[in-house]
Every structure is written in structure tokens, then in C-alpha cells.
């Protein structure tokens, strides 16, 4: 185990863990610090990485009326544009574990006039892969990986029927097996490791009531707003009433709109991303993990690979040292 150590003469440096496993080698100060009070990398849309750039592909279903027409009638003019302000991870899942990500943003959904029961992931069209074949890769990166624990939260369900939750619900536990956590084990990363569980699952639906091993729907603070400045004045408003009492998240994920896109043709969204993350992440750096008023918990972003954005937010447990020591 690495050796950070808290001490009157040495502060800890958790940006210098390695994070492809930065939570088994955390310091054993944090090992009974509920998961939802520690600061964690997330992974905004994190399966828009596989896209499907076929073009009798369409545009997903809560997309505006006038874009589908459009796409249908001028695929080759408007496809271009919908992929590069749809895409908001260039990098695998495995490789975004590999660089700290330890919650993913899973948005669902069933591919229209697909007969088959698979199921796949979108945000502005469908994605290639489907979710059973990256809950697989996830399994294996867990394997290799056996004291790091993955945070799954599977929502914005599409075109999605009961019929295909249980579907979904039987590959979950299929794959993910004796990984799981139930709701009724305490989260930390002690008592996790003690019991096997590498996973919380959690599940934006009423049948989440029904099934003890589906956590409730984790809270997204979502500031649609495409300026740096603007997401930071809304999250420090939402921080002065307080933080939700489990898990939650702060996106600091940029939304365009249309007015933006157009006045700027020639870029994509990770442009935008990587003109304000040198802003957004010194914000960031500011905030403070636990259980106060203000406290931040899971930050997600797009882009996740770059700018050091998971050693930054990982960094942040170093204030619930200096509070314990």
C-alpha cells in the first residue's frame, strides 16, 4: 500500500496516488468515511464514447421535432454537427476507470424498430455498444481491481418497458454478481472491502422500492448553463441550503444552446469544455468533501481524461485529513 501518511510533519499528497487505484490506497483515516462523504470523480454521459456514426442511425427520441426532421432531411449537413456536441467522453470506460472515474452516468434506452431485447446507451443518437457488453467490461476492470468500488447510476430511461427493466435488472446481477451492495450495508470502504462489494447500483425508477440490492436515484445537480461563471454563481446558491443527506452529484458539465451553436459553427463541445475547465477546476479545487453545509461530494464532468480533472477532485479528501488529525 502506498505510503501517505497523516502526520504534524508531513500533509498528505493524494494527488500523487496512482488513480487507477486511488481508493484502496487511500489513507486508513478514510477507510470508515461513508462513500457519499468523500470526494469522487464522475463520468458525465459516460458511454458517448461509441456513438454510432452509421447514418441509418436516428437521432434519439427527446430530441426536438425540428432537429429529427431536419436530420432526416439533411443527414449530411446536420449529422456532423449532432456528434460533436453529443459526444462528452473520447475514452472507454475501462480507461476512465483507469484515470479515477468512480461514478458513471448511465442513460438508457431501447433502440427504435430493434426487436431484439438489447439494450443501449444515447445522447443525441444511440451508441453502438450495448449496455450488457460494457457492464462486462466493468466486471472485468472490477476483477482486476478488487478494493475499488464503481458507483453505477443508471437513469433517463427510453423507450424502456417493464418488460425490459427486468431484462436489464437480470444482466446487472448476472454480471455483477456477489459485487453488489445491498441497501442495507453501511458504505464505507472497510466495511465494503470486509463483504466483497464493489458496487452500488443506483436506479431512477419506482421499481427501485421493490428490490433490495437497487440504491435510490442519486441526486444530479444539473446548472444548464454554458459559461463557466454562470454553473458556478447557481452551484454556490444550491450550496447555501445545504447538501443532500446520501449521495449526490455536482455536474460541472457545460450545456449549449442552440443560440450557441450557432454563433460558434466551427467548434464542438469539447472546445467549450477545455476553455473553462481551467476555471471550473480551480473552482473545484475550493470546495470541501463531508457532511457540512456546502460540502460537495461526486463531481462529474465531460471530458474526464483531461486537465487532471480526477487528481483534483481525489485531492479534495485531503481536508477530511487535516480535519481528523
Known amino acids: 500500500m502506498s505510503s501517505v501518511i497523516t502526520s504534524a510533519q508531513s500533509e498528505p499528497s493524494l494527488r500523487k496516488l496512482p488513480m487507477e487505484s486511488w481508493m484502496s490506497q487511500l489513507p486508513c483515516a478514510l477507510w470508515d468515511t461513508p462513500l457519499y462523504h468523500l470526494a469522487i470523480p464522475g463520468s458525465h454521459n459516460a458511454i458517448t464514447y461509441c456513438l454510432d456514426t452509421n447514418d441509418g442511425s436516428p437521432v434519439d427520441l427527446t430530441q426536438p421535432d425540428m432537429l429529427q426532421k431536419l436530420d432526416k432531411y439533411m443527414k449530411p449537413l446536420i449529422r456532423p454537427f449532432v456528434y460533436k456536441w453529443a459526444i462528452t467522453q473520447e475514452y472507454t470506460i475501462k480507461q476512465q476507470l483507469n484515470c479515477g472515474v468512480r461514478y458513471c452516468d448511465l442513460r438508457i434506452a431501447r433502440r427504435p424498430n430493434d426487436s431484439s431485447s438489447d439494450l443501449y446507451f444515447y445522447h443525441g443518437v444511440y451508441t453502438t455498444l450495448t449496455v450488457e457488453s460494457v457492464l462486462m467490461e466493468i466486471r472485468e476492470w472490477l476483477d482486476a481491481h478488487p478494493r475499488e468500488v464503481v458507483i453505477l447510476s443508471f437513469s433517463h430511461f427510453l423507450a424502456v418497458t417493464p418488460e425490459l427493466h427486468m431484462v436489464l435488472l437480470t444482466s446487472i446481477r448476472n454480471i455483477l454478481a456477489s459485487k453488489l451492495c445491498p441497501k442495507t450495508e453501511a458504505l464505507t470502504l472497510r466495511n465494503l472491502w470486509d463483504l466483497g462489494y464493489q458496487v452500488v447500483v443506483s436506479y431512477e425508477h419506482s421499481i427501485v422500492s421493490c428490490h433490495g440490492d437497487l440504491w435510490p436515484h442519486i441526486p444530479y445537480w444539473w446548472a444548464n448553463k454554458c459559461k463557466a461563471e454562470a454553473l458556478i ?20 458539465n457545460l450545456t449549449e444552446d442552440l443560440k450557441y451553436i450557432c454563433t460558434h459553427p466551427t467548434e464542438s463541445l469539447k ?17 470541501t468533501p463531508g457532511s457540512r453545509v456546502g460540502s460537495l461530494n461526486i463531481i462529474a464532468g465531460d471530458f474526464i481524461t483531461e486537465s487532471n480533472f480526477a487528481p483534483t477532485v481525489v485531492t479534495l479528501n485531503e481536508k477530511l485529513l487535516k480535519w481528523s488529525s
Open 233 to 252: 454563481e447557481e452551484f454556490e446558491q444550491r450550496k447555501q441550503h445545504g447538501r443532500p443527506g446520501g449521495f449526490f452529484v455536482t455536474g460541472i
Open 271 to 287: 472546445d467549450l469544455v477545455m476553455s473553462t475547465y481551467p476555471a471550473l477546476l480551480s473552482w473545484v479545487k475550493e470546495q
